[in-house]
């Protein structure tokens, strides 16, 4: 069996639909598990600071067809 070793695709978050991006941005909120600091954010602004950070394409979402999922990534 060979190993496929796919590209990435990016998808623009405006493709999505509504409840697809809520969907995908809290799947990475909730799999990050980021420190915050010594104030707790609630789980709404956590998503409300990922929607920013792609808004600003300060991130991308990306889908690797070899797993088959979706995940975003921060740009450096």
């Known amino acids: ?11 623009p978050y405006t493709e999505l639909t509504a409840e697809a991006l809520q969907r995908v941005i809290e ?8 420190e ?6 609630s789980l709404e602004q956590k998503v409300a ?3 920013r950070q792609l808004q600003r394409k300060e991130a991308q979402i990306v889908f690797d067809p070899d ?6 990534v921060v740009r450096a």
């Open 27 to 34: 799947s990475f909120v909730l799999r990050e598990g980021t």
């Open 49 to 51: 600071q990922v929607l």
């Open 36 to 41: 915050y600091g010594a104030q707790e954010i």
């Open 1 to 11: 069996m060979s190993k496929q070793n796919s590209e990435p695709v990016l998808i």
């Open 67 to 72: 797993t088959e999922s979706v995940d975003i």
